[in-house]
């Protein structure tokens, strides 16, 4: 028991304490040196319920005493929590058994919280006041303890030899580590090898020029070995000295941002070293992005192109023809369009150009547009269509003509068995000539006409194509319910060129197998079969044109695959079948979805 302070006027206080002997003298020394009297009655176990309550003005417990929340709130008298721990860690049951929380190092105050709970009625409401705001500002405390522990932000605190002190769970998670194993290391340690001297170097610069604040970019260490990016705004600590006591520090992720912007600068390296005219379009038609070789070519700098519209090169059907490419292209099944299109530069030269227009993957708004220079593949379009005509009227009518003579000639002369064979000979040369004039008009067809698209079944198209073919005794094995969009009579020309190409090296009872496999959208075609193959040498040149192995071949019935395909922008390799024979694989091929 002890009595301290003795003003006049004034009744002691009965205080009981329960709590060590060591902390009691503490409590002894600070309630002289203040006012107020208070009679301290020290007991070393908490009460018994049972017992009743002791005639005291206020109870106080410290946190070495082992106490039930339901014995705590059954107390009439007020209790005070003298702590060594931090009353935010308290649990809340035990905080809303209490009337007040002291910690050790505020024992001046636990003397406040005395008179004040042991006040008369009269002073309480006074004192009631005060205990609001201190409780007002107590839960002001948490939230702010709970918005930096929320924070998607990483927050840390740096002391002024760079050791963590503090550090929210965000900025945990960012490093990979629990926060137990980040608090108290020094800061260096979540740096790879030379960063951190690089970035204490740019804060020193800061500081040196009077900044209090500075934002620097900085690649952190992951626990796993990774390296994240990162900006990270710094702000000093001041001491109540004025020196420097720290950092207080807010760190983001830019890790995925820095990649993006890596990849759209090595994107607009890229585009600026292609030689073609590269451009995105919006879906109104206006451009939104011209490489250095788009103004090259048209003319129009970039501050002049990005704020028009396909008006400014193209004009009435090819204006049309560009935009309904862009709806094509952003359409859902369509991944690359093509259309031909002539552009009038700034300087009024008139240039035929292929488009090819392919959606961007990050959005469906807008479009890129490659622009090719084809004016010289016009002029070859050019002569090739003169010459056909020159094919088609000068040599068809004259051919036509002997055809007809030598299927009458045996009708109306009498000829002998050598003649015969001579005038056997002269048809089928006749005819030859007639099928080499067809392809060639057919090869030259596919270099010119437009390419219109439709939904295909490829199982239907293959059965027509084949049902057009003399196939004597060949057999054909389908596998696949595919659709696909193409040129119908196109693709129709295109199988029945490969069925002939079977047949004809293969034999009359070869086995052609047409077959897809499909993988993230894209359909792989393949047309096998069992005849002797192709050698390698062979594979190398058959697609080109006038190249035949057989007498009776024009050598364009490949070369016109091959335009079919390049139409299409499909690819095709040959390989050997499984069988033994040739397979010629198509890739590039687009599938239709259907309900």
């Known amino acids: 028991m002890g009595d301290t302070n003795t003003a006049s006027g004034e009744s002691p206080i009965d205080v009981r304490y329960i709590g060590t002997k060591q902390t009691l003298e503490r409590l002894q020394e600070v309630a002289q040196s203040g006012p107020g009297k208070f009679q301290i009655t020290h007991e070393s176990s908490p009460p018994d319920p049972l017992a009743g309550e002791p005639d005291t003005d206020c109870l106080v417990l410290t946190d070495d005493v082992q106490i039930d929340v339901s014995v705590l709130r059954s107390i009439q008298t007020p209790v005070i929590l003298y702590t060594r721990a931090d009353p935010m860690e308290l649990d809340d049951p035990i905080l809303s058994a209490v009337e007040s929380v002291v910690t050790y190092d505020k024992a001046e105050r636990l003397f406040q919280s005395i008179r004040r709970l042991s006040a008369p009625p009269s002073n309480q409401q006074n004192d009631s006041l005060s205990q609001t705001v201190v409780d007002t500002h107590h839960g002001r405390y948490r939230l702010f303890e709970e918005l930096i522990e929320r924070a998607q932000d990483g927050l840390f605190v740096l002391d002024a030899g760079g050791y963590v002190v503090f550090l929210n769970q965000s900025f945990a998670d960012l490093l990979g580590y629990e926060k137990e194993e980040v608090l108290d290391i020094h800061v260096s340690e979540v740096f790879p090898p030379g960063e951190f001297e690089t970035v204490q170097e740019h804060v020193m610069d800061h500081l040196e020029a009077g900044n209090e604040q500075a934002m620097v970019e900085a690649v952190l260490e992951h626990k796993d070995g990774s390296h994240l990016d990162i900006v990270v705004n710094l702000t000093v600590r001041e001491k109540q000295d004025q020196t420097y006591g720290g950092i207080l520090g807010v760190a983001r992720d830019v890790t995925a941002q820095r990649k993006r912007i890596d990849e759209l600068e090595r994107n607009e390296t890229l585009m600026q070293a ?46 049309s023809t560009l935009q309904n490419g862009i709806e094509n292209a952003q359409a859902a099944d369509e991944s690359v369009t093509t259309v031909e299109v002539t552009a009038q530069t700034k300087d009024g030269e008139m240039t035929p150009l292929e488009c090819r227009l392919t959606t961007l993957p990050t959005s469906e708004d807008h479009v890129v547009a490659v622009f090719y220079d084809i004016t010289q593949h016009k002029e070859r379009e050019n002569r090739l269509s003169k010459f056909a005509s020159v094919v088609s009227h000068d040599l068809r009518n004259p051919m036509d003509v002997a055809l007809g003579r030598a299927e009458m000639l045996p009708e109306i002369a009498d000829v002998d068995e050598t003649t015969e064979r001579h005038l056997h000979d002269i048809y089928a040369s006749l005819k030859r000539m007639e099928r080499l004039i067809q392809d060639v008009l057919t090869l030259t067809r596919q270099r010119e006409e437009c390419l219109n698209l439709s939904v295909v079944p490829l199982d239907e198209a293959v059965s027509e194509a084949w049902a057009n073919v003399a196939t004597e005794n060949a057999t054909l094995a389908v596998e696949t319910d595919c659709t696909i969009k193409a040129h119908e009579s196109r693709l129709s020309r295109l199988f029945e060129n490969l069925f002939r190409n079977a047949i004809q090296h293969g034999g009359e009872d070869v086995t052609v197998t047409v077959e897809t496999t499909k993988q993230d959208g894209e359909i792989t075609l393949c047309i096998a079969d069992d005849g002797p193959g192709i050698t390698d040498e062979d594979k190398t040149q058959i697609f080109e044109d006038g190249f035949t192995t057989t007498k009776e071949g024009t050598g364009l019935g490949l070369a016109i695959v091959k335009e079919i395909m390049r139409a299409h922008d499909w690819e095709m390799t040959v390989t050997d079948s499984d069988d033994g024979g040739a397979e010629f694989k198509i890739t590039g091929v687009r599938a239709v979805k259907t309900d």
């Open 274 to 319: 292609i030689g073609d005219p590269v451009c995105t379009l919006d879906r109104n038609g206006y451009f939104q992005y011209v490489n250095d070789a788009f103004q090259t070519v048209t003319g129009y700098e970039t501050e002049i192109a990005t704020e028009a519209s396909i008006d400014l090169l193209f004009d009435g059907e090819d204006a």
